[in-house]
C-alpha cells in the first residue's frame, strides 16, 4: 500500500516530456520525484540492438537515474551492449553526460565538418518531404562516409571473392569504436562487479550463442564490440582466438538471460526494446524492408515474457502444492525434485518499445542525424516517466504466477 501511495504522489507531479528538439532542454520538465521501490533483490536494465534508435535507450535510462532507480545488472546486445559499457563504466552522476558524449559525437559524420546545429534542425523541423530527403541523405552518409568515434569505411573496398583475415572482411572499419569506448568508459569500474553486466554475441564458427559477463570474464571494449559486428557491415571480432559476430543474429534481446537466472531472485525488470513486433502491413517494396526488420529484430519479446510468465506460475503451483505433502513424504525422491524446480520469487518486467515516428524509414537504424537521435531520446525519457508514474507498477506481483508484465504503449490503448 505504501508503495502504492508513493506512485500516486509521483504521479501528481509529473509531466510529459518533450520529443522534439535538444535532449537537453527536456531533462528538467516532467521530471520525477525518486521512486520507492519494493525490496527486488535485482534490478536489472535490459538493451536490444538497433544501432541508431540506441538513443531511446540513452533517454529510458535518463528518467531511470533522475528517479534514482540504479540497475544492478545490465545486459545488452548491439548498440544496447555499447550503453551497457557507458552506463556500467562510469560513476551514477557521470552516466547521463557520457552518454550524451557518446551520442553527440556518433552522430557526427566521420570525415567534414557537420551542418550547424540550427541549419540541421531548420531542415527537419520543416515539411514532411523536405524532412524525409533530409534523413535519407543523413542515412545516405552514413553508408558512405561512416559515423564519427564509430565506424569508417574501408579504403579501399573490399574485392567480395578476394580473401583475407575474418577482421577484415566486412565494409567498415570499427576500431573508431574501440578509441570511443576506452575514452568514455572505465573498465576497471566495469570489472569491479559494482554492477554486473552481461553482453552476448554469437561464435561465428561454432554457431553458438555466447554471453560475456563479468562475474565470470574481464570485459574490455573488444567484447561489447564483438556484440555489435553485425555481418556484412562490420567484421567479426577476435577475442581470445575466436571471432564473434552480433548477438541479434540469433536473439535480439537478453531478458531470458535475466529473468532464467538461477539463484533465482525476486526481479525488476526493464526492458528496453527497439523494434516493435506490432505495425502495419506494408504496400511498398521499401516499407516491406523496414517491417522486415521489425519483425526479424523485435526477437518476439511478448512471446518471450510469455513463456516466462507461465513457466514462472508452474513453478509457484509446485511451491504451493509442497507446502499440502505431509511432513513425513518430503523425503521422497519425487518432493525433492519438485523442491528444485519450484519457486516462491517474483519478477516484474516494464516493457519500453520504440515506436517509430512517421520520418522513419527502413533506413532507421542507420540514420544518425543529430535531431533524429535527440527524437528518439526524448521519445525514451517520455516513455520511462510516464511508465514510472503509473499506479502499482513498480509493486511485487501479487498474482499465483508472481509475474507480471507492463507496457506503456499496450496500457494507452
Not at 143 to 167: A, C, E, I, K, N
Request: neutral net charge; charged residues 20%.
Amino acid at each position: 500500500m505504501g508503495q502504492r501511495n508513493a506512485m500516486r504522489r509521483v504521479r501528481a507531479g509529473a509531466t510529459s516530456a518533450d520529443t522534439g528538439g535538444q535532449h537537453a532542454a527536456g531533462r528538467g520538465a516532467g521530471a520525477v520525484p525518486p521512486a520507492a521501490l519494493p525490496p527486488y533483490q535485482t534490478v536489472a536494465l535490459v538493451l536490444q540492438g538497433g544501432g541508431a534508435l540506441g538513443a531511446y535507450q540513452a533517454g529510458v535510462y535518463e528518467g531511470l537515474h533522475e528517479a534514482g532507480i540504479l540497475p544492478n545488472w545490465i545486459a545488452g546486445i548491439s548498440i544496447g551492449a555499447i550503453n551497457t559499457a557507458i552506463i556500467a563504466g562510469n560513476a551514477p552522476k557521470d552516466r547521463v553526460s557520457k552518454l550524451k558524449a557518446f551520442w553527440d559525437t556518433v552522430c557526427q559524420p566521420a570525415y567534414g565538418f557537420p551542418l550547424p546545429p540550427a541549419v540541421e534542425h531548420a531542415f527537419f523541423d520543416s515539411s514532411t518531404p523536405v524532412r524525409t530527403a533530409f534523413t535519407t541523405m543523413q542515412a545516405l552518409s552514413a553508408l558512405v562516409d561512416g559515423q564519427r568515434g564509430f565506424f569508417v569505411p574501408r579504403m579501399p573496398p573490399p574485392l567480395p571473392f578476394v580473401s583475407g583475415t575474418p577482421g577484415t572482411a566486412s565494409w567498415y572499419d570499427t576500431a573508431p569504436l574501440k578509441s570511443t569506448l576506452e575514452r568514455l568508459c572505465d573498465f576497471d569500474r566495469i570489472n569491479s562487479g559494482e554492477t554486473r553486466v552481461s553482453i552476448a554475441a554469437v561464435n561465428v564458427g561454432t554457431g553458438n550463442f555466447a554471453y560475456f559477463d563479468n562475474q565470470h570474464t574481464k570485459l574490455r571494449a573488444e567484447h561489447f564490440i564483438a556484440s555489435g559486428s553485425l555481418p556484412p557491415g562490420f567484421a567479426a571480432t577476435e577475442i581470445d582466438g575466436e571471432y564473434y559476430w552480433d548477438g541479434g543474429l540469433m536473439s535480439n534481446t537478453p531478458l531470458s538471460e535475466v529473468i532464467q537466472a538461477s539463484p533465482r531472485r525476486d526481479t525488476l525488470a526493464f526492458q528496453v526494446d527497439l523494434w516493435s513486433a506490432q505495425g502495419p502491413v506494408p504496400t511498398n517494396l521499401t516499407d516491406v524492408q523496414g517491417r522486415m526488420k521489425d519483425i526479424q529484430y523485435s526477437s518476439r519479446t511478448r512471446l518471450v515474457t510469455d513463456m516466462m510468465q507461465h513457466s514462472q506460475r508452474f513453478r509457484h503451483v509446485l511451491r504451493e502444492v509442497l507446502t499440502r505433502v505431509a511432513p513425513e513424504h518430503r523425503d521422497d525422491p519425487w518432493c525433492k525434485l519438485a523442491e528444485e524446480l519450484s519457486s516462491s520469487h517474483r519478477y516484474n518486467v516494464v516493457e519500453l518499445i520504440y515506436r517509430d515516428k512517421e520520418f522513419d524509414g527502413n533506413y532507421k537504424d542507420y540514420q544518425f542525424g543529430l535531431s533524429t537521435m535527440n527524437v528518439h531520446w526524448s521519445s525514451g525519457l517520455r516513455d520511462i516517466r510516464e511508465s514510472l508514474v503509473q499506479p502499482g507498477w513498480l509493486d511485487m506481483p501479487e498474482n499465483d504466477a508472481g509475474f507480471v508484465t507492463h507496457d506503456i504503449h499496450r496500457d494507452r490503448r
